[in-house]
C-alpha cells in the first residue's frame, strides 16, 4: 500500500457524459500527478499539481482539467467522454524530498468504462 | 524527446531460472530511471531507481538493475523468478526536478512456467 488513495475503484458510464476521479496523496506530499493507462497509448502522463500549482502539463486533452484543493487532494474532470478515454487512470504523489528525484508513489487506479 | 523503449512485448521463464528485462532510453540530461511492477487489477509499485552514483541498483524482491550510459540502458535482472513474479514490469525515466511526470516504455508482460 502505497499510502496515496484513489476513488472510485471503477467507474461506467455513458458517451457524452461527465465524470470526476478524486485522488488523496500520501500524508504530507505536496504534489499529485495525474497519468492515463490505455491498451493504445500505454502509460501517460497527463497533468502535474504542486501545492494546489498546476506544475506541469503532459499529453492531456482540453475536455479533461484538473485541480487540487487546499488539503492536497485533487480530481481530474473529463467531460464529453467518448469510448476511447476508457482506460484506468493514476494518480501518483510525491514528497518535497522524492519530487527533486521524480519518485512517485501511484494509487490503485480508477477504472473508468464509457459505453 | 525523451523515450522509453521496453524491446520484449512478453517473455516466458521457468520457475527458478534467472530473468533480464530490457530498458533502452532516450534523455537529453542526465536521467532518473525508475522500475515499476503491475500486478493484474493493481496499482504501480516501486521496485527499484537509480539516481547517480553506483551503476548497480538494489530493489525490493530481489530485483536489481544496471545503469550503463554507453548503452542508454537500464536492465532488470532477478537471478531467480518465483510464481509470484508474473506481473507487467515497467520501465520509466524523468528528470531533475520531477515537474514533468516520468515517461514510461509499453511495458514487459512477464509470464512464469512451473
Known amino acids: 500500500d502505497s499510502g496515496v488513495t484513489q476513488t472510485p475503484k471503477h467507474l461506467i458510464t455513458a458517451t457524452g457524459q461527465r465524470v470526476t476521479l478524486r485522488c488523496s496523496p500520501r500524508?504530507?506530499?505536496?504534489?499529485v500527478y495525474w497519468y492515463q493507462q490505455s491498451l493504445d497509448q500505454g502509460l501517460q502522463f497527463l497533468i502535474h499539481?504542486?501545492?494546489?500549482?498546476?506544475?506541469a502539463k503532459g499529453n492531456i486533452l482540453e475536455r479533461f482539467s484538473a485541480q487540487q484543493f487546499p488539503d492536497l487532494h485533487s480530481e481530474l474532470n473529463l467531460s464529453s467522454l467518448e469510448l476511447g478515454d476508457s482506460a484506468l487512470y493514476f494518480c501518483?504523489?510525491?514528497?518535497?524530498?522524492?519530487?527533486?528525484?521524480?519518485?512517485?508513489?501511484f494509487g490503485p487506479g480508477t477504472r473508468l468504462t464509457v459505453l | 524527446a525523451q523515450s522509453v523503449t521496453q524491446p520484449d512485448i512478453h517473455i516466458t521463464v521457468s520457475e527458478g531460472a534467472s530473468l533480464e528485462l530490457r530498458c533502452n532510453y532516450s534523455y537529453g540530461a542526465t536521467p532518473y530511471l525508475f522500475w515499476y511492477v503491475q500486478s493484474p487489477g493493481q496499482g504501480l509499485q516501486l521496485l527499484l531507481k537509480y539516481f547517480s552514483g553506483d551503476t548497480l541498483v538494489q530493489g525490493i524482491k530481489g530485483f536489481e538493475a544496471e545503469f550503463k550510459r554507453s548503452q542508454s540502458s537500464f536492465n532488470l535482472r532477478k537471478p531467480s523468478v518465483h510464481w509470484s513474479d508474473a506481473a507487467e514490469y515497467f520501465c520509466?525515466?524523468?528528470?531533475?526536478?520531477?515537474?514533468?511526470?516520468?515517461?514510461f516504455g509499453k511495458g514487459t508482460h512477464l509470464i512464469i512456467q512451473p
Open positions: 499539481y504542486y501545492n494546489g500549482e498546476e506544475r
Open positions: 500524508s504530507g506530499d505536496l504534489s
Open positions: 501518483a504523489s510525491s514528497s518535497r524530498t522524492s519530487l527533486a528525484r521524480n519518485e512517485q508513489f
Open positions: 520509466a525515466v524523468g528528470g531533475r526536478g520531477g515537474a514533468d511526470g516520468l515517461t
